[in-house]
């Protein structure tokens, strides 16, 4: 089999080009330059491609470079810009996966004529009852799943994840043995394209980064009761549920349980003011067919997946009913839909807003 595998420079994408190839496989390796800015961390930097190169050298593949980056300006970073000035947060990272590495990425493949697309992730796809079926990565700790939860049935047919079925732990000895640059590279943890660095006036990579493209306003911040207790700099940068730099004091415990961009205005309160029965969720991609029922939902890349009976509105938004009450999610995050016994994946999409706040519990 033809099999373009997407290298970003990590151990785990190094290993998968070289088990693939270990397989018999006709293997090319390509790497996608994705951001022409300022980055020094993440799989956007100089450094991730030449490392990328270097492994292909070793192993005796070809390596491609891809220049993709006006499709991820469009299709990450502007819609990233956006969300953050309306008081959404968005995860990047899930929609790189979905625009670039398994629909931009996928299309090049299939008119270069390869038989299918392998990554790095810790996933794993199987075929049973006819079905195609995204399950959870073999090391627990690492499962990826999440992050890559928008693949249908098409998609799957033709992706490979090679270490699916390893720990991490297997991965840097297999890299190791190989004397691989990458068996002991560290894994990227932060957003790509800004840079871990404080700018001139001390700003975070983040608040300088969207700050020199969107304006940040300055909030006021009052208690559940209206009470003013003081302010925050930036609105467009809180997030539901946050604790730090939120006004406080007296040693009390306060969360953000509302942001009002447009009327500058950040509500703290209690924790219970978070709980919520409901969420919706919009723009849900199924692995196969809609599911309703039973299900496990998880809302972010390492959080624990909860109990909820899943259900479609009147305009076809997929209702999260949890069976206990949870933490409202930030509008822009991702629900992930498993099985009831959480092994594979059902479908995901974003979290619209909750549906019914518990202020009781």
Request: aromatic share 6%; hydrophobic share 40%.
């Amino acid at each position: 089999m033809k099999v373009l595998v997407a290298m970003s420079g990590g151990v785990d994408s190094s290993v998968a080009a070289a088990l693939l190839l270990e397989q018999g496989h006709e293997v090319v390796g390509v790497t996608m330059r994705l951001w022409g800015g300022e980055s020094d961390t993440g799989c956007c930097s100089v450094s991730d491609v030449d490392d990328a190169r270097r492994v292909a050298q070793q192993i005796g593949i070809d390596h491609l470079v891809f220049n993709f980056t006006e499709d991820f300006q469009r299709a990450v970073v502007d819609p990233y810009i956006n969300d953050h000035a309306i008081g959404i947060t968005p995860n990047p990272c899930i929609e790189c996966n979905r625009h670039l590495k398994f629909d931009r990425l996928h299309e090049r493949a299939l008119v270069l004529g390869f038989d299918a697309v392998a990554t790095g992730h810790h996933a794993r796809v199987v075929y049973e009852d006819d079905v195609y079926r995204l399950v959870r990565g073999h090391d627990m700790a690492k499962d990826q799943s999440y992050v890559v939860h928008m693949l249908d049935q098409q998609q799957l047919s033709r992706t490979l994840f090679p270490v699916g079925e390893m720990t991490k732990t297997v991965v840097r000895e297999h890299a190791a043995r190989l004397n691989m640059r990458t068996a002991s590279k560290p894994d990227s943890q932060d957003v790509c394209f800004i840079t871990t660095a404080k700018d001139n006036d001390g700003r975070s990579g983040r608040v300088s980064f969207i700050g020199r493209r969107i304006p940040l306003n300055e909030a006021v911040v009052v208690d559940e009761t209206g009470v003013e207790l003081g302010s925050v700099e930036s609105v467009e940068l809180v997030t539901l549920g946050q604790r730090r730099g939120v006004a406080g004091g007296g040693g009390t415990k306060r969360f953000v349980v509302d942001i009002d961009v447009p009327g500058r205005r950040v509500v703290v309160g209690p924790e219970n003011l978070l709980l919520t029965d409901f969420e919706l969720v919009s723009g849900v991609v199924w692995s196969d067919q809609p599911h309703t029922g039973m299900a496990r939902v998880q809302c972010s890349a390492h959080g624990e997946p909860r109990s909820a009976i899943l259900s479609l509105d009147e305009s076809g938004r997929t209702v999260v009913a949890w069976t206990e009450p949870q933490r409202r999610i930030s509008p822009g995050q991702s629900a992930v839909f498993y099985d009831a016994e959480d092994r594979y994946v059902l479908g995901g999409g974003l979290i619209v807003r909750s549906a019914v706040s518990m202020t009781t519990h």
